[in-house]
């Protein structure tokens, strides 16, 4: 009895274990993980969106070029504090949910509901390069370089015609 209420409990545990997944991983093995809880770990960005209890956040992979959207509550996104845009490094949160390819309350996007977010570091200001006079000066100069050069092919042109 006690060993068949463990296999049970392992059973149990496993159909619910959480993956940390990549989410490059979650586009190019999309039915693998559908309708599945997962694991994502990366930086928030763009806006919180939604209204009433309900919002959405877009993360994105810290190395790579893939985002997707995530589904929080309400007290989730109250956590949020820093959001990814230029000259700002959102926050990098890990976020345990269900991944949906084509959720169907969100009119076929693909997402995840999440369960539970956690911050993992606090995002902030980045410094942003300022541009050197010498680097504008150099720019107008070969605006004017390039401008000869049309110049002089247009005449040359016109007078071979």
């Given at each position: 009895?006690?060993?068949?209420?463990?296999?049970?409990?392992?059973?149990?545990?496993?159909?619910?274990?959480?993956?940390?997944?990549?989410?490059?991983?979650?586009?190019?093995?999309?039915?693998?993980?559908?309708?599945?809880?997962?694991?994502?770990?990366?930086?928030?960005i763009?806006?919180?969106m939604g209204?009433k209890?309900?919002?959405?956040?877009?993360?994105?992979?810290?190395?790579?070029?893939?985002?997707?959207?995530?589904?929080?509550?309400?007290?989730?996104?109250l956590?949020?504090?820093?959001?990814?845009?230029?000259?700002?490094?959102?926050?990098?949160?890990?976020?345990?949910?269900?991944?949906?390819?084509?959720?169907?309350?969100?009119?076929?996007?693909?997402?995840?509901?999440?369960?539970?977010?956690?911050?993992?570091?606090?995002?902030?200001?980045?410094?942003?390069?300022?541009?050197?006079?010498?680097?504008?000066?150099?720019?107008?100069?070969?605006?004017?370089i390039?401008?000869?050069?049309?110049?002089?092919?247009?005449?040359?042109?016109?007078?071979?015609?």
């Amino acid at each position: 009895m006690k060993k068949s209420f463990l296999i049970f409990l392992f059973f149990i545990f496993h159909i619910y274990a959480f993956d940390l997944v990549r989410i490059k991983e979650l586009y190019e093995n999309a039915e693998k993980f559908d309708k599945k809880p997962v694991i994502i770990e990366g930086e928030v960005i763009g806006d919180i969106m939604g209204k009433k209890d309900e919002k959405w956040i877009n993360v994105k992979e810290e190395k790579g070029d893939f985002a997707i959207g995530v589904v929080v509550s309400k007290e989730d996104a109250l956590k949020i504090e820093n959001l990814g845009r230029y000259g700002i490094k959102g926050d990098i949160i890990r976020v345990k949910g269900i991944y949906n390819t084509s959720c169907i309350k969100h009119q076929g996007e693909r997402d995840i509901h999440a369960i539970k977010i956690e911050i993992i570091k606090r995002g902030g200001k980045l410094p942003i390069p300022e541009i050197s006079l010498s680097k504008i000066i150099s720019t107008f100069i070969l605006l004017g370089i390039t401008y000869l050069i049309i110049l002089l092919y247009h005449k040359k042109t016109k007078s071979l015609q």
